[in-house]
């Protein structure tokens, strides 16, 4: 701000005076000059709190008379104000831009100090009101703000279960028993554990948990533990602190339990978590609280999980590759997803269901099914269930032109079963004097040399016939000694 001539003049500041004398006269002039010309100005205290606020920031902020904002803390007048952080680091704000109610104000802040040089509080001075002699400026600010705005919108709404319990088509026993089970859960804020073949629809059950629970409104974060590699998991779940290891993100990373904070988590295939970490899951599910890799600092957790699994986490229990309290800790409300082949009759109302979704995303026909291709698709033991299923009448609706009968039908399934023939079930030979988990262990092991057998060492494959991941696939083979090729 500039000082003119005529008041140097006026209080003998002229060439030859003393520096100290020139401050002493030049500062007050200097306050008198922003006070006036600034669109308001407002002092604090120590303790931040105000000492003086001039006629026009008190009209500004709606206040009649300025003595009833002394005293009070500079948060409870102006919300959004940093003069505390200025008057604790005793650093100046040069230009910043302060919000009240629906304006912004161009503002800068500095810190004020006594003769010896201590700091006594701290001034504030609003430059331009509305921030109108920044119009391009604020151009960019409020279009920035609308693009953030948007993406968080846009990332909200992906993180939005999309199906509801409804959405489990079928009106069996067994399906209507396991939706009836899922409402019930959904009014249970408890740990839940799905338990079912791959693919029959143990995260559309779990989405349809959160879409009826209480947290319908927060997060629904996915993941799939067997498709993470071992080294990434823990950084994947539980987040790193900034610098955590070589290669780390300097900002750090956030895990996805903080992502679902307020929501759901789902932890698909837990039984593949690796031993070393269930400890920690252990204490993330007690405490409610998790703690970054690499940090020493636990962050507060609202977070409610549910963990599926397809294989057998009692024989794991047993077999000593998955912790029993980490298992008591899951298993507080169990479900069962029933396989396709044992609620044969919602087969029909359930290819209906695919066919009328395939068909408006691929926007082509619906597929039509001749009565003999439907008796065959139910009659089919359906390994991959529903997942099975939709692919095959995907790979139908892509390659026919409108309709498939039973003869076209017989052509792109593997190894059909006919509609007389009863799925066959493959007796299990058992020694009384071996425990469950080494006879479970042992035809696990038969089932995986089977598949590779069957797939002519294709492990990809192999692991497509058993149901399971690729990733799942591997860590089951080395577990069986089978990893090596030879």
């Keep these: 701000m500039a000082?003119?001539?005529?008041?140097?003049?006026?209080?003998?500041?002229?060439?030859?005076?003393?520096?100290?004398?020139?401050?002493?006269?030049?500062?007050?002039?200097?306050?008198?000059?922003?006070?006036?010309?600034?669109?308001?100005?407002?002092?604090?205290n120590r303790q931040a709190r105000i000492v003086w606020i001039n006629d026009k920031y008190a009209q500004k902020v709606g206040i009649a008379d300025p003595r009833t904002a002394l005293g009070k803390e500079i948060e409870e007048v102006l919300p959004a104000s940093r003069l505390r952080e200025v008057v604790e680091s005793g650093q100046p704000s040069m230009l910043d831009l302060m919000a009240f109610g629906s304006e912004h104000f161009v503002v800068t802040r500095i810190p004020l100090r006594d003769e010896d040089g201590t700091l006594v509080g701290a001034l504030g001075f609003v430059l331009f009101d509305r921030a109108r002699h920044l119009k391009p400026l604020m151009a960019k600010y409020n279009n920035l703000q609308s693009q953030l705005l948007?993406?968080?919108?846009?990332?909200?709404?992906?993180?939005?279960?999309?199906?509801?319990?409804?959405?489990?088509?079928?009106?069996s026993a067994a399906a209507s028993e396991v939706k009836r089970q899922a409402r019930r859960a959904a009014q249970l804020d408890a740990t839940v554990l799905i338990r079912g073949e791959t693919g029959t629809g143990k995260e559309l059950l779990a989405q349809g948990i959160h879409n009826l629970s209480p947290r319908a409104n927060g997060p629904f974060v996915a993941v799939n533990v067997a498709a993470i590699p071992e080294t990434l998991v823990e950084a994947e779940?539980?987040?790193?602190?900034?610098?955590?290891?070589?290669g780390a993100e300097r900002k750090g990373r956030i895990g996805k339990f903080e992502v679902a904070n307020g929501g759901t988590l789902f932890l698909d295939e837990i039984g593949d978590l690796p031993l070393p970490l269930q400890a920690k899951l252990l204490r993330v599910l007690q405490e409610q609280?998790?703690?970054?890799?690499?940090?020493?600092?636990?962050?507060?957790?609202?977070?409610?999980?549910?963990?599926?699994?397809?294989?057998?986490?009692?024989?794991?229990?047993?077999?000593?590759?998955?912790?029993?309290?980490?298992?008591?800790?899951?298993?507080?409300?169990?479900?069962?997803?029933?396989?396709?082949?044992?609620?044969?009759?919602?087969?029909?109302?359930l290819i209906e269901h695919l066919l009328d979704d395939l068909a408006n995303r691929s926007g082509l026909a619906p597929l039509e099914l001749t009565d003999d291709a439907l008796a065959l698709l139910c009659a089919q033991p359906w390994r991959g269930n529903v997942r099975e299923l939709r692919n095959l009448l995907e790979r139908a609706q892509l390659a026919l032109d409108g309709r498939l009968d039973g003869e076209t039908l017989r052509g792109l399934l593997v190894d059909p079963v006919a509609p007389s023939e009863p799925v066959p079930v493959a007796p299990v030979m058992a020694s009384p004097t071996r425990t469950l988990a080494e006879q479970l262990a042992q035809v696990e092991r038969q089932a995986l040399q089977a598949a590779l057998t069957a797939a002519a060492g294709n492990r990809q494959q192999a692991a497509e016939r058993l149901g399971i991941s690729r990733a799942g696939f591997y860590a089951k083979l080395a577990q069986h000694g089978l990893g090596r090729r030879g």
């Design 237 to 246: 779940l539980f987040g790193t602190a900034p610098g955590a290891f070589t």
């Design 289 to 349: 609280e998790v703690e970054p890799l690499g940090s020493n600092q636990v962050k507060p957790l609202n977070v409610r999980v549910i963990a599926a699994t397809h294989i057998d986490l009692e024989a794991k229990v047993a077999a000593g590759q998955f912790r029993d309290d980490l298992y008591y800790r899951l298993n507080v409300l169990a479900l069962r997803v029933p396989p396709l082949r044992e609620r044969a009759s919602d087969i029909p109302a």
């Design 150 to 171: 948007a993406t968080q919108h846009e990332l909200a709404k992906a993180r939005r279960a999309r199906y509801t319990i409804a959405g489990f088509i079928g009106a």
């Design 3 to 44: 000082i003119s001539r005529d008041d140097l003049d006026q209080h003998g500041l002229i060439i030859g005076v003393s520096p100290e004398r020139f401050r002493a006269v030049a500062m007050p002039l200097l306050f008198d000059h922003l006070n006036a010309q600034c669109e308001g100005t407002i002092a604090v």
